[in-house]
């Protein structure tokens, strides 16, 4: 996704909008980046790990419809923590980044991810 917003392509503002509103990439969007990065790296022949997605049921039907074929969705590991711990891990991960530092690791933005993150992950039906 950074790599995208970085690029300049026709989403890369959209991505960058959205990211500052603390909001999620649209499924379509996200599940099309992921897959140009695995047939950039590799294809479908190796097994790959995708941190934060999918996060509900959209992003699942989002991820068949584009990916079915192409890649299967064996299983999704949720990671839960309170929101102190992960204010802490961002702010972190933005303190180390030096030259690489997100845009959107600040506390605003913060608060605005874990906020529609809760608002829109949701358990996931197998």
Known sequence: MREERNSGSENAKLINDICLAG??????????????????????LKQ??????????????????????IAYLKFVLFLDCDEKTMI?????????????????????????????NNEQSMPIVA
């Open 23 to 44: 909001k999620l990439v649209p499924v379509e969007i996200t599940v099309n980046l992921i897959k140009k990065a695995i047939e950039k790296n590799g294809g479908p």
């Open 88 to 116: 802490e891990r961002i702010t972190k991960r933005s303190e180390s980044a030096g030259d690489q530092k997100r845009f959107d690791d600040n506390l605003a933005t913060l608060i605005k991810r874990i906020k529609t």
């Open 48 to 69: 790959y790990l995708i941190d934060g997605f999918p996060r509900n049921q959209d992003n699942v039907d989002g991820w068949n419809k584009v990916m079915g074929p």
